[in-house]
């Protein structure tokens, strides 16, 4: 290797390392921001040109978008909210999880307004899977749907959904259960869901809330012994 040719290796690796340390400045700017609840610092970093050419467009969206909302500025979090809805954004991937994330956000908090606008946006990118379960976790909540259990079964059967979706299938068909009264069914699908589940997701102290107002414990398997109990009576 000439002399020539490392330096260049060394002045592409130190830019490289020069733009990694601004990015995670900007992140923890925002970051600390939003924990000190500096809501106008987090907007105004987030709409920085350089932000967003070192962040990026839906990253920088994000953390606006963010910032009103804990700021309860509402007409201009809808207006973001909007703008979010109907933006192009480079990985399409970015757009669907944004969606899903903050739909299940405006679900569990029960705002109909903002779950419609959420749910016609997942219905327009096309994919089928995503639309039925979201349509369906939509039924469940607002119109307390109890007919959808075994449809929601044989999607678990047929493997239709994992992770984060397969959670919440497995959470609407506890909330149809609670819905007819039957706990220890709801129990037992709650338990399974919550395993479905990173320990910080949304649905995660829901779930742990359900269980406490149904009395029933948060284990598999104290759960399943909890049932075996209750069956020997």
């Not at 490392?6 to 490289?16: D, T």
């Not at 809808?78 to 999880?97: C, F, G, Q, V, W």
């Not at 959470?171 to 709801?186: S, T």
């Not at 589940?197 to 598999?220: S, T, W």
Request: proline fraction near 2%; include cysteine.
């Amino acid at each position: 290797m000439s002399g020539i040719t490392a330096a260049v290796i060394f002045l592409l690796f130190a830019c490289y390392l020069g733009i990694q340390v601004l990015k995670n400045f900007q992140l923890r700017q925002m970051n600390t921001g939003l924990k000190s609840k500096d809501y106008e610092t987090v907007e105004k970093l987030a709409d920085m040109a350089m932000s967003r050419r070192l962040l990026g467009e839906y990253t920088c969206d994000l953390y606006k978008l963010r910032a009103l909302y804990l700021a309860q500025d509402t007409d201009r979090f809808e207006d973001m909210l909007h703008r979010m809805i109907a933006a192009t954004y480079k990985n399409p991937a970015d757009k669907k999880s944004f969606l899903e994330q903050y739909f299940h956000t405006f679900l569990l908090k029960e705002n109909r307004k903002y779950a419609d606008w959420l749910l016609e946006a997942i219905r327009q990118t096309g994919d089928e899977k995503l639309a039925r379960y979201t349509g369906q976790a939509y039924e469940v909540i607002f119109n307390r749907r109890t007919d959808l259990i075994e449809e929601m079964d044989a999607q678990i059967d047929a493997k239709q959904y994992y992770g984060f979706p397969l959670g919440v299938v497995l959470f609407m068909i506890a909330k149809q259960y609670e819905y007819l009264g039957d706990e220890e069914n709801a129990g037992s699908y709650y338990r399974s869901a919550k395993v479905c589940f990173h320990p910080k997701a949304l649905y995660v102290p829901v779930i742990r809330e359900n269980l406490r107002r149904l009395g029933q414990p948060e284990d598999i398997q104290e759960g399943m012994r909890a049932q075996q109990r209750r069956r020997s009576k």
